[in-house]
């Protein structure tokens, strides 16, 4: 499965649009892109996926680069819950590799 | 709405004890895996189970064994705990939808102490 990267931390300010950046750059053709978050002491929580056209869905929109190396979540109200570990993962196949994922804090 | 249950929240065991973690979901889900997560490691997958009696290695299998008797339950199992066994353990299940797999649902969780 192809590596990602993510910044490490990001702040928002509530009721903006958030959007957090992955780099996959040796993502391979039938690799998707996952995007997940974890609030603290929860189970991490499905928000979006994609192959290669945007998405978009009650939580979030997912932008795709036309050469698929890099993506965008876009979350585009933020309130104060969605403060949380956001992870992009990319896979083909059964395994998922969640890397550190972007720490996003939505501040009042 | 779609569960995955995980046996305890807290868990607290002696080093040498025999551990057996349950995971039980209610949407009907071929795949079900094993992560543990490790602050500044993310999450590592330790072991999958796609069918019933069915069982792969993940990227940690070593002190872990798993069962899935029924399609429903998925346990993980530290046969001899030790203290570097002390993590967050999560479950997780997904339907099967060719290569997306769909969305996983995860459990909430145990924390385990080994000491």
């Known amino acids: 499965d192809a590596k990602t990267t993510q910044p490490p931390s990001m702040d928002c300010a509530e009721g903006r649009a958030a959007n957090l950046p992955c780099n996959h750059s040796t993502i391979s053709g039938n690799e998707y892109v996952y995007w997940y978050r974890q609030i603290h002491s929860q189970g991490p929580q499905y928000i979006i996926h994609?192959?290669?056209n945007n998405e978009t869905n009650e939580m979030a929109s997912l932008i795709i680069t036309e050469d698929r190396k890099s993506s965008t979540l876009i979350l585009p109200h933020a309130t104060l819950r969605d403060t949380a570990v956001y992870y992009c993962i990319v896979r083909a196949g059964q395994n998922f590799v969640f890397g550190p994922g972007t720490r996003l804090s939505v501040l009042p | 709405d779609v569960k995955v249950t995980q046996s305890s929240r807290y868990l607290v065991k002696r080093t040498g004890e025999k551990v057996f973690l349950e995971c039980v979901q209610d949407?009907?889900?071929?795949?079900m895996f094993w992560y543990r997560q490790d602050p500044g490691l993310g999450l590592r997958l330790i072991y999958f189970s796609y069918d019933v009696k069915m069982k792969e290695k993940g990227d940690i299998p070593e002190g872990y064994s798993v069962s899935r008797e029924k399609k429903e339950r998925f346990s993980l199992i530290l046969e001899s705990a030790s203290t570097n066994q002390t993590s967050m353990y999560l479950c997780a299940s997904t339907a099967v939808r060719g290569l997306s797999f769909g969305e996983q649902y995860f459990g909430p969780g145990t924390r385990l102490t080994v000491t």
């Open positions: 949407m009907d889900h071929e795949n």
């Open positions: 994609g192959l290669k």
